[in-house]
């Protein structure tokens, strides 16, 4: 397991359901397993194996729902994380049993993947029912072993995460749930963790192999798999005139689809001619909150470049203080920072505002120091505007920086699991639900400082786009907001 070197103790589980591997082509499979550093790929149905097993090499492990296995299967593990299947109470109650008799694991992190428990929700009473968990529970209760595992369950969303009467639950299986959203091919991936952290993103099948590039869409992939190109770097190295003379592509079309091929192969950023970004010595910053509809700021992150990297985290654990952070940052921007643009990443989508609001609610003396800073949202120059190409199978600001060359921080946390966490810790404050910290401010760090980094790449960048851009390939949609698993 782990064949990555981002997290010592880490298995990656990325789950693709029935309607995506009906659809996924072996370069897009390729590509979603590079892309997530999978240890793990799980589908339900056993059809795929042949397909999965000729187009994945060994370092992957191919998983699908056992049929009456009779026994807990081991999928993946080591001394400090495992995952297993189990179909049935009776297979939980053998782990269990396996568990506590072999001291080996004693240390260990098990996460359990199952099909035993379903999430549905009642659209009437907007009551949410856990399906199964009666039999389920009562076997764990009889050998005391309530609260010492994470249950992944197929029959419920990535987006879903809740504690029923002591047992973690979290989904795994995008678009498990119908009442909760429209059925879609999609993917989740989700890194296991040794201290029982699930970090989990999800990823629409659109953003691998050739339908990551601008303009290319399903039917012009089949023209170009039909030209014999059946790749991003096959559509890289084809000349204009080539891709131009194919049904359903002019000039433009042709070069601008070329081009995105080119910036996500190559790694680079391509800039519009006459684009340039604010004059001045940046302040990047990035937000943390307690979900979508915020209710506190508890960490606001900023970055200095120019004062030697100096990273200041303005932070504030008590839940009951929401202007305390808020507050420590401004006074320190009136001080410090007037005049000087500052940057964030989709920073008008939620960055921005939330401090507005905040602001207005808390701390009404700064607005008018706020309103009239020089905001500058780098994710809608570049993307929304036109002004740069980026390289990343998205645009959300970790694929980007990573596409770039920067190395992400090891904390392990997403913003959804952050946002997860406090909320946690904000409804019963006590040592057991306390967040690590020192962890989430680096979690924190990591992004401002990958801002930056794009940033710079960007302001240093002479490459020039040749066409004058399509459609971006991260949708509005998602955004900031931590309490999601599509984070920018």
Known sequence: MGHSDRCRFMIGLTVLPEVTMQRCGGNQLQDIVRYFDSDVIFTPNRIHEPFLSTELDDSVHVMTQPLNSGEPIEIA?????????????ADLETLIQNTQQNLRQESSEVYLLSDQLAVSV?????????????????????????????????????????????????????????QQGISYAGIAHFELQSNGIVGGKTRKLERFGLRAVDQVGGTRIETLRE??????????????????????????????????????????????????????????????????????????????????????????????????????????????????????????????????????????RYLELWESSYRFDLYDWAV??????????????EDVAEALGWEPF??????????????????????ATELDWERHKRYCEDDVRALAHIYNQIKASTNRMTSSGGRSRSSNKNSTSQGTLSDF
């Not at 593990?77 to 109470?89: A, E, F, H, K, Y």
């Not at 929304?384 to 600001?397: D, I, R, W, Y």
């Open 77 to 89: 593990g080591d001394n400090d994380i495992q995952l297993v299947w189990v179909s049935t109470p």
């Open 410 to 431: 090891d904390t392990g946390l997403t913003g959804a699991e952050v946002a997860r966490l406090f909320q946690r810790y904000a409804a019963n404050p006590c040592p």
């Open 384 to 397: 929304k505007k036109n002004n740069a190409t980026l390289p990343g199978l998205t645009n959300k600001l």
């Open 227 to 364: 030209a014999n190109i059946h790749s991003r770097q096959d559509l890289s190295m084809s000349s204009v005139k080539k891709i131009s003379s194919l049904s359903g592509f002019g000039q433009t079309t042709a070069r601008t689809a070329i081009e995105s091929a080119q910036v996500i192969e190559q790694g680079e950023i391509r800039k519009a001619s006459g684009a340039s970004l604010p004059e001045g010595k940046p302040i990047f910053i990035d937000i943390e909150t307690d979900g979508l509809n915020p209710t506190i700021i508890w960490l606001i992150g900023v970055y200095l470049p120019d004062q030697d990297g100096r990273y200041m985290p303005f932070i504030e654990t008590d839940p009951d203080k929401p202007d305390v952070a808020l507050e420590a940052f401004l006074s320190w921007l009136a001080e410090f920072g007037r005049d000087r643009p500052i940057v964030a990443y989709n920073g008008w989508n939620f960055d921005f505002p939330v401090i507005n609001e905040h602001i207005a609610d808390h701390c009404p």
């Open 122 to 178: 009642n659209l009437i009473d907007l009551e949410a029912r856990l399906d199964g968990l009666a039999a389920y529970r009562d076997t764990l209760a009889e050998r005391n072993a309530v609260g010492e595992f994470t249950h992944l369950t197929i029959k419920a969303n990535p987006e879903y995460r809740a504690e029923w009467q002591g047992v973690d639950v979290q989904g795994v299986m995008p678009s498990a749930n119908e």
